[in-house]
């Protein structure tokens, strides 16, 4: 089964979108991880910043990966859900650990506003979709 046949045959709340509107939002989304997450490794490479900066990103980026193999290759909805709220985590922590640890980058923080608020939605939308398929 295809993900968008997977994604189409699941109970969603009436506010969940539709499947063709994640991919342009994953263009964007993606364009801003690339720039930003690209920015604090280099950074940290060239030890401009500390290595503690840096992981809670690289962390974000296995959860980030992980969750369409867990969703649509395991079809698990309860693993996916623990999976979305641990990228939401951990960009959490990555913006915290900006904030605070190399402020001269805090336009990685602002940059990446839109990846947290689809984070928010889309764990919300997670949620609501494995409650629902129980």
């Known amino acids: 089964m295809s993900t968008q046949d997977f994604y189409a ?3 969603k709340p009436s506010w969940a979108p539709p499947g063709w509107i994640f991919g342009p939002v994953w263009t964007v989304l993606y364009t801003i991880i690339a720039v930003s997450f690209g920015t604090i490794f280099y950074k940290t490479v060239t030890n401009e910043i500390p290595w503690t900066v840096a992981l809670p990103f690289a962390l974000n980026l296995v959860f980030n990966f992980a969750f369409p193999l867990i969703q649509f290759r395991l079809v698990n909805n309860l693993f996916a859900s623990v999976d979305i709220l641990l990228v939401v985590g951990t960009l959490i922590w990555a913006l915290y650990a900006v904030w605070h640890g190399a402020p ?7 940059l990446n506003i839109p990846y947290l608020l689809w984070g928010i939605f889309a764990t919300s939308v997670q949620l609501s979709i494995t409650y629902l398929n129980r």
């Open 9 to 11: 045959q699941l109970i």
């Open 104 to 110: 001269e980058l805090r336009w990685v923080v602002y």
